[in-house]
């Protein structure tokens, strides 16, 4: 009998652990569609005025903590203070998210205005929206941070922009570099904190001179 | 949820054969093997599984091909965050180029533009794994990893200049599988070439700083003598996705 029950009931554990893999995980909120990629973009025409240099020129499809798709250029305007991190990680993303903390504690009143806070998962399979969320509340991130997950191939057109290495570990987490990156309101990179608990003056004086 | 699946694999087939490229590159099938990745803490293999992999690196003819159906990726009009001014260096104009090179690998390629050829052909980028996997064949054997004459004879290949103009394609030498100039003529990009990290990062794990110094890098290596497989390491954690790289080209699997 039991010789029986246990497949059956291994089978359906994995499909519901299966299941539940694809509707937790970032890949299936962000667009799923087949890409047409050979078909124009429509956005490229409304950036047409965009620096070749802007992160915003990319088009892929993100979802944040609270489960709304954005394209990046929804980030225009502002001045955005950006990594890369994922959920499960222990000890490098909190040490970079505690340092954009600090950055953003030294930055007064008037000037986080015009800045906002940005994390973007590079792990597609793992993180969802509901992870992003309890991250947020982990790390007591406010309103002006918004967490954001997408497709394998978007996250990694992303962190090749960024130039953040991702090399994934058996174990299901990730070596990957640690910077923290400026965008200016064109979304182009403006300066770029490479490693934890560095002097941040450099990067303090590049989001001031950012200020309108 | 076959029924699911058969629509879903139709709708698949439709979005494939409606891709403008009139003849895809004919393409073999690699078998799935291991591999053991240059720098890995204990011997991990990685399983890689059977995939089809284009027969020679993608030509300039190819990308011209690409490029007409889509202009945003010709060389005045491609953004300078997805590639830099080195991009298509070696063409004349938009949709130009000695006719000599019309069948020589296309280089001065950037990552993104490279995998976005691959998308347009219903194809993608190989990863490291794979690329790997294909290219340890020698002409007769699907595994030439421990064989000196090749590792020679990829060696000599790899210490010697490129070319100012580079040969056509399938100049080189017929691999096991059936696939052209994986040694011999271009480095090639790979999807995940990121993944190679040097130093000074990932300080939240300590397997990476220890293994990629100097010296003890080199021991904890798994194919220290295999001296071609650190160039290609070496290339791979060297570039940046938007470099455009005078021997760098590419070709795509599925």
């Given at each position: 009998m039991c010789k029986i029950k246990k497949p059956v009931m291994k089978i359906s554990i994995v499909l519901i652990i299966s299941c539940a893999a694809i509707v937790m995980s970032c890949t299936k909120n962000a667009e799923t569609k087949v890409k047409s990629c050979c078909s124009k973009e429509k956005h490229t025409e409304a950036l047409k005025e965009l620096s070749g240099e802007s992160v915003y020129n990319l088009s892929s499809t993100w979802t944040t903590q609270k489960a709304e798709n954005l394209k990046l250029n929804h980030f225009r305007d502002k001045i955005m203070i950006t990594a890369m991190i994922f959920t499960h990680c222990e000890s490098a993303c909190p040490r970079i998210v505690a340092d954009m903390q600090h950055i953003e504690s030294a930055l007064t009143e008037n000037e986080r205005q015009q800045v906002s806070f940005l994390l973007i998962s590079m792990d597609p399979q793992r993180d969802s929206p509901s992870r992003l969320t309890e991250f947020a509340e982990d790390h007591k991130l406010n309103a002006n941070w918004t967490l954001i997950c997408s497709t394998q191939d978007a996250t990694m057109e992303i962190a090749n922009v960024l130039g953040v290495k991702v090399k994934k570990l058996e174990n299901g987490g990730f070596d990957h570099s640690n910077i923290i990156h400026v965008f200016d309101q064109q979304g182009v990179i403006v300066n770029q904190q490479i490693g934890f608990a560095v002097e941040q003056e450099e990067t303090l004086t590049a989001i001031r001179k950012l200020i309108k | 949820m076959k029924i699911f699946l058969l629509i879903l694999n139709s709708l698949l087939l439709i979005s494939v054969s409606g891709q403008v490229n009139p003849q895809p590159a004919a393409m073999v099938k690699i078998r799935g093997g291991s591999y053991i990745p240059?720098?890995?803490?204990?011997?991990q293999k990685t399983e890689v599984k059977g995939f089809e992999m284009d027969i020679y690196p993608v030509t300039n003819s190819d990308f011209l091909a690409f490029v007409k159906s889509n202009p945003e990726w010709s060389k005045s009009k491609a953004k300078s965050i997805f590639a830099d001014s080195s991009y298509l260096k070696q063409w004349n104009s938009d949709d130009s180029f000695n006719k000599k090179i019309a069948k020589s690998p296309v280089v001065n390629i950037s990552w993104f533009a490279a995998k976005k050829y691959c998308e347009c052909q219903g194809k993608r980028l190989p990863e490291t794994a794979e690329w790997e996997l294909a290219a340890k064949a020698s002409e007769t054997k699907a595994d030439a990893s421990k064989d000196p004459a090749f590792n020679q004879w990829v060696l000599n290949w790899v210490t010697k200049p490129s070319l100012s103009t580079l040969p056509s394609v399938g100049t080189t030498y017929k691999n096991f599988f059936g696939v052209y100039d994986l040694h011999g003529l271009v480095w090639e990009w790979t999807y995940d070439f990121n993944s190679a990290l040097t130093t000074g990062e990932s300080r939240g794990n300590t397997s990476l700083d220890n293994t990629l110094f100097c010296g003890g890098g080199s021991f904890a290596s798994k194919d220290i003598n295999n001296y071609a497989s650190f160039m290609r390491f070496a290339m791979r954690s060297s570039v940046k996705a938007k470099y455009c790289v005078a021997n760098l080209g590419f070709r795509c699997v599925k």
């Open positions: - | 240059l720098y890995s803490k204990d011997i």
